[in-house]
T-cell receptor
Framework: DVKVTQSSRYLVKRTGEKVFLECVQD?????MFWYRQDPGLGLRLIYF???????EKGDIPEGYSVSREKKERFSLILESASTNQTSMYLC???????????FGDGTRLSIL | QKEVEQNSGPLSVPEGAIASLNCTYS??????FFWYRQYSGKSPELIMS????GDKEDGRFTAQLNKASQYVSLLIRDSQPSDSATYLC????????????FGQGTTLQVKP
């Protein structure tokens, strides 16, 4: 089975901090995704990546950046955290197009 | 904007009944369709994938796809209280990016 691991289940940070969320997958999957999920707004795509050092903007990239230096690791960076970035963050991976995405356990991030 | 529509519910069914969850999508070129189950506070878990018109059965779950009507559904037979969750419909569109478009989800309540 696919294993997608997110580094933290819960995280509390302060406004203005630079925040790193890490995601690692163990199945040599090409494609990785970062979402945030908020009540009433559903899952929204922030960024995704097809390969090492490649990245594409999703629907809500503002205030975020990503890094993919190795195939198995995809990091989401909040450059200067703000309270409106308090959310559940979900990482997903898929081997190729038209295959299902598999999610990590999620990181519930609170910005105070 | 490509969309995926679900009735938010809650859909309430008695234990042992059939639960029917529905989803419509706007992108006629969509190729892949997925159902995810999400328990409160947890990440989405894949339960069904379907790619061709017709029915696909897996245990108590049956996914139905009708591309002409742009409609996909999930039937849960012999519903159990443990099936109580939010069910997300996800569609991979025709853009060949691997991106999924998620519906807002339908909350299912199975009453003992």
């Amino acid at each position: 089975d696919v294993k997608v691991t997110q580094s933290s289940r819960y995280l509390v940070k302060r406004t203005g901090e630079k925040v790193f969320l890490e995601c690692v997958q163990d199945m040599d999957h090409e494609n990785m995704f970062w979402y945030r999920q908020d009540p009433g707004l559903g899952l929204r795509l922030i960024y995704f990546s097809y390969d090492v050092k490649m990245k594409e903007k999703g629907d809500i990239p503002e205030g975020y950046s990503v890094s993919r230096e190795k195939k198995e690791r995809f990091s989401l960076i909040l450059e200067s955290a703000s309270t409106n970035q308090t959310s559940m963050y979900l990482c997903a991976a898929t081997r190729q197009l038209y295959q299902p995405q598999h999610f990590g356990d999620g990181t519930r991030l609170s910005i105070l | 904007q490509k969309e995926v529509e679900q009735n938010s519910g809650p859909l309430s069914v008695p234990e042992g009944a059939i639960a029917s969850l529905n989803c419509t999508y706007s992108d006629r070129g969509s190729q892949s369709f997925f159902w995810y189950r999400q328990y409160s506070g947890k990440s989405p878990e894949l339960i069904m994938s379907i790619y061709s018109n017709g029915d696909k059965e897996d245990g108590r779950f049956t996914a139905q796809l009708n591309k002409a009507s742009q409609y996909v559904s999930l039937l849960i037979r012999d519903s159990q209280p443990s099936d109580s969750a939010t069910y997300l419909c996800a569609v991979e569109g025709s853009s060949n990016t691997g991106k999924l478009i998620f519906g807002q989800g339908t909350t299912l309540q199975v009453k003992p």
